[in-house]
Structure formats: structure tokens, C-alpha cells
């Protein structure tokens, strides 16, 4: 059975920092899957914040979280991480991980998605 465990949410202060990571278990190996991580703000819709490509191709950021978060991930420990640093107010929400099986290209509706973890708050007070 495929799992997807997110860690490291919580409360923090604008401007601080939190490191989530996303556990996996039940594949083989994440190597051939694009991992992201997505994020639902109170009466928002979920949307996507990053999401780091299979193969070494790449990142994505949406626009407003460019240069304060870095996603990464270790194929080894089948695990991903998004490193949030300078956090304001509006990054509030309930983070999700995601993997998709393959390469993820654009703003990745939710469809294209095969498993989902069950999210972790963040809650970034001023």
C-alpha cells in the first residue's frame, strides 16, 4: 500500500522558517514520480506551491512563493522536503504532498496526481 506522511508543520512567525517533509512508503522507489507539494488556505481552493520533476528535470514554484521555498528530495530515502523560509501570513494552510507517476510539466491540475498525503497545518502568525 503506497503512503504519503507529511512532517514539520506547525505554528511559526512571519518570517520564520519550516522545514516539511514528505515520507513515502509502498513504491519500489520515488525515483520515476514528480513529488509536490500543495497547500489549502482557509475557504481557498488547493493549489499547487511546487513540485520537483522525476529524472533531475526540474522544479516549479508558483510565482508568489519563488526564492523563499526550495523543494527537494532524496530518491534514497524516499522521502521529499519543502523548505519554507521567510514565511508571510498568506502561506497559512494545510500543506498536501503529491506524487505523480511521470514527468509534471505547467500549473499540474489535480487529476494528473495518483497519491496524496493527508496534510499537515501551517499556521504563520504576524
Known amino acids: 500500500e503506497v503512503r504519503l506522511v507529511e512532517f514539520g508543520g506547525g505554528l511559526v512567525q512571519a518570517g520564520g522558517s519550516l522545514r516539511l517533509s514528505c515520507a513515502t512508503s509502498g513504491f519500489t522507489t520515488i525515483d520515476s514520480y514528480t513529488i509536490g507539494w500543495f497547500r489549502q488556505a482557509p475557504g481557498k481552493e488547493r493549489e499547487v506551491v511546487s513540485y520537483i520533476r522525476n529524472g533531475n528535470r526540474g522544479t516549479y514554484y508558483i510565482g508568489s512563493v519563488e526564492g523563499r521555498f526550495t523543494i527537494s528530495r532524496d530518491n534514497a530515502k524516499n522521502t521529499a522536503y519543502l523548505q519554507m523560509d521567510s514565511l508571510k501570513r498568506e502561506d497559512t494552510g494545510v500543506y498536501y504532498c503529491?506524487?505523480?507517476?511521470?514527468?509534471?510539466?505547467?500549473?499540474?491540475?489535480?487529476?494528473?496526481?495518483?497519491?496524496w498525503g493527508q496534510g499537515t497545518q501551517v499556521t504563520v502568525s504576524s
Open positions: 503529491a506524487a505523480a507517476h511521470g514527468t509534471i510539466y505547467g500549473t499540474a491540475s489535480e487529476g494528473l496526481w495518483n497519491y
